[in-house]
Each structure stands twice: as structure tokens, then as C-alpha cells.
């Protein structure tokens, strides 16, 4: 059986034989992962009222267990402080977080879950990390043991290690 790649990798080897294509293999399959596992993750999301990035803000606040300050959340996320400024003012006005001014420093915020917030990430979770379940069901335990431990070494490669 073949896949979308291996179709491309097929029509670059006859239409450019002197290129050696083979990378592509690999970045192509993940690319297509990356948005297929994205819409799949995006519908369990969409069944709790979220999207992506609303889910990331508040599993990264449920899983830190403390407030964070919009800094420490952009680091998490890895997004623009224009972006998670604008996540964390649709999360407010849902009633999901909290935003409060350090008692040491008026310049610094500090983000937190709030009751409702906390409730709907716990909610979310059980399902999110059963989609996820569902979409390695091809692999075993071992296999998905042996791809992330792959995947993780190819990171490491290109310096997302945590500081």
C-alpha cells in the first residue's frame, strides 16, 4: 500500500532523477501528520467550546499547577505576546482565567485558572488524550515508545531542549 508521499517521492524521481529526494519522505509524512492530527484534535476541542490555542493556555496553566505570567506562558507556547495577549482576553471574558497585578511589581500579571477554567480543562483532558490514543492506535506501545523517543532525539537536534 502507498501513501501521498510516497506518490510525490515517485514523480520527483522521474521528472528530477538528479536530486536525491529522500528527506522528503520523512518531512512530507510529518507535515501531513501535523494536519491531520490537528484536525482531529481541533474537533475533540470544538466538542468543549475551544480551540488549539485556548486549550494549550489552560492545560499549560492546569499542568504548571500554579499562576504564570503572560512571559512564562509565551515561553510554553512558543506565540507572540500580541498572541497571547488576545488568548488570554477571550479566556477572561469566558470567565476561564483570572489576571492579577504582583504585589511585588504593578508591571507584572499574573495568570490563573479560575474555578470554571480548572473544571473545563479537567473536562477536556480525559478526551483530548483519548483522540490521541485513537490516532496511534496503528502503533504499539513499543513502536510509540521507539517514535518518540526518535522524534525527541530529532528535536534535541535542532535545539528544543528546555532550558
Known amino acids: 500500500m502507498a501513501d501521498h508521499v510516497d ?5 520527483w524521481a522521474e ?9 522528503m519522505a520523512v518531512i512530507g509524512r510529518l507535515s501531513r501528520l501535523s494536519r491531520l492530527i490537528g484536525v482531529e484534535l481541533g474537533r475533540t476541542f470544538s466538542a ?3 480551540d488549539s490555542a485556548s ?3 489552560l492545560a499549560t ?3 504548571n499547577g500554579r499562576s504564570l505570567t503572560p512571559a512564562e506562558l509565551m515561553k510554553s507556547a512558543m ?3 500580541g498572541a497571547i495577549t488576545q488568548r488570554l482576553d477571550r479566556l477572561q471574558a469566558r470567565g476561564l482565567v483570572s489576571r492579577t497585578p504582583s504585589e511585588k511589581d504593578g508591571r507584572v500579571v ?9 473544571e473545563l480543562i479537567d473536562r477536556v483532558l480525559p478526551d483530548h488524550v483519548e483522540t490521541e490514543r485513537r490516532l496511534l492506535a496503528a502503533l504499539s506501545e513499543n513502536r ?3 517514535l518518540a523517543h526518535e522524534l525527541r532525539e530529532l528535536l534535541e537536534s535542532l535545539g528544543d531542549t528546555v532550558q
Open 7 to 11: 506518490r510525490v517521492l515517485e514523480q
Open 15 to 23: 521528472q528530477r532523477p538528479d536530486v536525491e529526494v529522500s528527506p
Open 48 to 50: 468543549h467550546g475551544l
Open 55 to 57: 486549550f494549550d493556555v
Open 61 to 63: 496553566l492546569r499542568r
Open 79 to 81: 506565540v507572540t505576546s
Open 110 to 118: 499574573h495568570v490563573a485558572l479560575t474555578d470554571e477554567g480548572r
Open 144 to 146: 510509540q515508545a521507539a
